[in-house]
Nanobody, 116 residues
Framework: QVQLVESGGGLVQAGGSLRLSCAAS????????MGWFRQAPGKEREFVAS????????YNSDSVKGRFTISRDNAKNTVYLQMNSLKPEDTAIYYC?????????WGQGTQVTVSS
């Protein structure tokens, strides 16, 4: 059984930065990719970024390209999302996910609030 635990959310001013962490516990050998979605109030869940567990491939949505960077530390079973130049529109609950043969696992989410 694998659990995903997000941390690093908080309240920041526009233009500030945050780094989110997603730590995976349990067996992760079958994980193919991990990443982040977000959901703002009144909006559908939106894809943010993903990263392969093996190799260097990453993908970022157009809304965060040039501002957000996804990375991983395989030894720590942890994925990070470095968020720079934050905008009020980035305010959302950010959810970590992991793709496994059994299905997609989700963390409980961490709140990011960007004030103007």
């Amino acid at each position: 059984q694998v659990q995903l635990v997000e941390s690093g959310g908080g309240l920041v001013q526009a233009g500030g930065s945050l780094r989110l962490s997603c730590a995976a516990s349990g067996r992760t050998f079958s994980t193919s990719a991990m990443g982040w979605f977000r959901q703002a109030p009144g909006k559908e869940r939106e894809f943010v970024a993903s990263i392969r567990w093996s190799g260097t491939g990453t993908y970022n949505s157009d809304s965060v390209k040039g501002r957000f960077t996804i990375s991983r530390d395989n030894a720590k079973n942890t994925v990070y999302l470095q968020m720079n130049s934050l905008k009020p529109e980035d305010t959302a609950i950010y959810y970590c996910y992991a793709n496994k043969p059994e299905g997609t696992l989700w963390g409980q989410g961490t709140q990011v609030t960007v004030s103007s």
